[in-house]
C-alpha cells in the first residue's frame, strides 16, 4: 500500500501538506546540526538573524515581524537563553519589557551559522527548482488569511448549511 493519503485529499490537506514538509526539512536541518556539533534549535535561526540586524529587541518587536505569537517567541528566546545564545534584560525605562540580545557566544557562532544558512538557502531553491513562484502564493494566502481568518471563513461556510 504505497499511496500518499494526504497527497490524494488535495487541497482538502493542504495544512497537513505544509506541516509535513516543514516537518521534514526542520527533522533534516536538526540531523545536519547534531553532525556538525551545533547546538541549536532550526527554528531559532529567524531570531539570530533578527537580533544580528538590530542588535537588541523587545519579544513584542521579535514577534511582529515573524507574524509568530507573543508565547510562542517567549519559548523560542527562553530556550536560546537556556543554551546561553541570548541575553535577556528588562527595559531601563519600562521594566514590564524584557530586551533580547546575542550573547558573546552567539555573535561568535554567527559565520559558522550563516555558512550553514546559506547551504540551507542554495538546497531550498534545489527542491523548488529555482522556481520561486511558490512564494507569490504564500503571499496571497497570508493576505488573504489577514483579510478574513480561515476561522471565520470556515465558520461562514459552516453555518450555510448548518443550523446550530
Given at each position: 500500500?504505497?499511496?500518499?493519503?494526504?497527497?490524494?485529499?488535495?487541497?482538502?490537506a493542504?495544512?497537513?501538506?505544509?506541516?509535513?514538509?516543514?516537518?521534514?526539512?526542520?527533522?533534516?536541518?536538526?540531523?545536519?546540526?547534531?553532525?556538525?556539533?551545533?547546538?541549536?534549535?532550526?527554528?531559532?535561526?529567524?531570531?539570530?538573524?533578527?537580533?544580528?540586524?538590530?542588535?537588541?529587541?523587545?519579544?513584542?518587536?521579535?514577534?511582529?515581524?515573524?507574524?509568530?505569537?507573543?508565547?510562542?517567541?517567549v519559548?523560542?528566546?527562553?530556550?536560546?537563553?537556556?543554551?546561553?545564545?541570548?541575553?535577556?534584560?528588562?527595559?531601563?525605562?519600562?521594566?514590564?519589557?524584557?530586551?533580547?540580545?546575542?550573547?558573546?557566544?552567539?555573535?561568535?557562532?554567527?559565520?559558522?551559522?550563516?555558512?550553514?544558512w546559506?547551504?540551507?538557502?542554495?538546497?531550498?531553491?534545489?527542491?523548488?527548482?529555482?522556481?520561486?513562484?511558490?512564494?507569490?502564493?504564500?503571499?496571497?494566502?497570508?493576505?488573504?488569511?489577514?483579510?478574513?481568518?480561515?476561522?471565520?471563513?470556515?465558520?461562514?461556510?459552516?453555518?450555510?448549511?448548518?443550523?446550530?
Amino acid at each position: 500500500m504505497n499511496q500518499d493519503f494526504i497527497k490524494e485529499l488535495g487541497y482538502k490537506a493542504l495544512d497537513s501538506r505544509l506541516k509535513r514538509i516543514s516537518d521534514r526539512m526542520s527533522h533534516d536541518v536538526r540531523k545536519f546540526y547534531k553532525e556538525m556539533n551545533i547546538d541549536v534549535e532550526p527554528n531559532w535561526y529567524l531570531v539570530f538573524m533578527l537580533l544580528q540586524k538590530n542588535k537588541k529587541m523587545s519579544i513584542v518587536d521579535i514577534a511582529e515581524p515573524l507574524g509568530y505569537s507573543h508565547p510562542s517567541v517567549v519559548v523560542i528566546v527562553k530556550k536560546m537563553a537556556d543554551k546561553d545564545y541570548l541575553v535577556i534584560q528588562k527595559d531601563s525605562t519600562d521594566k514590564r519589557k524584557q530586551m533580547v540580545s546575542l550573547t558573546e557566544k552567539a555573535l561568535k557562532m554567527l559565520p559558522q551559522l550563516e555558512q550553514v544558512w546559506d547551504s540551507c538557502e542554495k538546497a531550498i531553491l534545489q527542491v523548488l527548482s529555482d522556481d520561486l513562484g511558490i512564494l507569490t502564493y504564500l503571499d496571497s494566502i497570508d493576505a488573504r488569511l489577514k483579510e478574513d481568518s480561515f476561522h471565520d471563513r470556515f465558520k461562514k461556510e459552516y453555518l450555510k448549511t448548518n443550523i446550530v
